[in-house]
């Protein structure tokens, strides 16, 4: 069974860092890739950034590149989100998700059942 689990959200100030985790289990670490994901209240959940433990390679939203770094831990099947320089509009609902893949120029998981619950992420201005 595919788990994944986010961690590392909480309140904070604009102009301040965090760092998110998803730690997964339940599959061969390297045969996904894993994205992260946010969803603003009001609006739609919107892909910001994947990566392929594999090669290492990622991508990120333009509406992110230059804050966000995705980075991933082989030996502890995690995969992190560093958010800098956090702005009011950075409040939302993080998940991660297993399997995800480019459709139509937007990036969702293979399956339903392959989202994490979600981090809260606060910025205050």
């Known amino acids: 069974e595919v788990q994944l689990v986010e961690s590392g959200g909480g309140l904070v100030q604009a102009g301040g860092s965090l760092r998110l985790s998803c730690a997964a289990s339940?599959?061969?670490?390297?045969?996904?890739?894993i994205g992260w994901f946010r969803q603003a209240p009001g609006k739609e959940r919107e892909g910001i950034s994947c990566?392929?433990?594999?090669?290492?390679?990622?991508a990120y939203a333009d509406s992110v590149k230059g804050r966000f770094t995705i980075s991933s831990d082989d030996a502890s099947d995690t995969v992190y989100l560093q958010i800098n320089d956090l702005k009011p509009e950075d409040t939302a609902v993080y998940y991660c998700a297993a399997d995800v893949n480019k459709i139509n120029g937007r990036w969702s998981p293979s399956r339903d059942d392959y989202w994490g619950r979600g981090t809260q992420v606060t910025v205050s201005s």
């Open positions: 339940g599959f061969t670490f390297d045969e996904y890739v």
């Open positions: 990566i392929t433990s594999t090669d290492g390679r990622r």
